[in-house]
């Protein structure tokens, strides 16, 4: 039982360039979310999906596309990156979209430059 | 906007005593709020949660105190170990107990021998 995990751990990218960031988790949660930490701030809410075939908009979903793909996988997609989007992403997970307990990968270090 | 604050500065203990942290947040009547820990290069892991109903909650040396009026949840870990050392981030609901989470930047802690 991995819980949640994330590819790549790390990834540099030039300005413009597009990517990937893979998520799954093998818990049969219903529920997951995508989060970028930046330094100094808390974690930010980018896209979550409450259930398989939904998905919506966090607090920064700008420059940043998902995809529920099945229960267990989220991707992140970055269409064309910019150095703002240098950051820690962290996937996560739940069992249901309530009050529950949520469940973290060990994040992607991205550097954009 | 929602905004929560926890003490930027790092809190240093000595072993055996108590780690109080402090979590403050405007402009929002939260569900709940959730404790997490972080250590570097993880992701948090979670480690309560308390209730708008509930005034205090306790697990092994953790407990968790959630003042609605004064808007301020407290974080006490008796009995502190080096072992504790980490950073800590409170998470509170934005969205009426649908798990929107809004997390602080954290408190980092740490406890000498």
């Known amino acids: 039982n991995a819980g949640v995990t994330q590819t790549p751990k790390f990834q540099v990218l030039k300005t413009g360039q597009s990517m990937t960031l893979q998520c799954a988790q093998d818990?049969?949660?219903?529920?997951m979310y995508w989060y970028r930490q930046d330094p100094g701030m808390g974690l930010r809410l980018i896209y979550y999906s409450a259930s398989e075939g939904t998905t919506d908009k966090g607090e920064v979903p700008n420059g940043y596309n998902v995809s529920r793909l099945n229960k267990r996988e989220f991707s992140l997609r970055l269409e064309s990156a910019a150095p703002s989007q240098t950051s820690v992403y962290f996937c996560?997970?739940?069992?249901?979209?309530?009050?529950?307990?949520?469940?973290f990968g060990p994040g992607t270090r991205l550097t954009v430059l | 906007s929602q905004k929560i604050e926890q003490n930027s500065e790092a809190l240093n203990i000595q072993e055996g005593k108590t780690a109080t942290l402090t979590c403050n947040y405007t402009n929002y009547s939260p569900a709940y709020l959730q404790w997490y820990r972080q250590d570097p290069g993880r992701g948090p892991v979670f480690l309560l949660l308390i209730r708008e109903n509930e005034k205090e909650k306790r697990k092994e040396r953790l407990k968790v105190t959630f003042d609605t009026t004064l808007k301020q949840s407290l974080f006490h870990i008796t009995a502190s170990q080096p072992a504790d050392s980490a950073t800590y981030l409170c998470?509170?609901?934005?969205?009426?107990?649908?798990?929107?989470?809004?997390f602080g930047a954290g408190t980092r802690l740490a406890v000498h021998p």
């Open positions: 818990m049969n949660h219903n529920s």
């Open positions: 998470a509170l609901d934005t969205s009426g107990g649908y798990n929107k989470l809004i």
């Open positions: 996560a997970s739940s069992e249901v979209f309530s009050t529950d307990t949520q469940y």
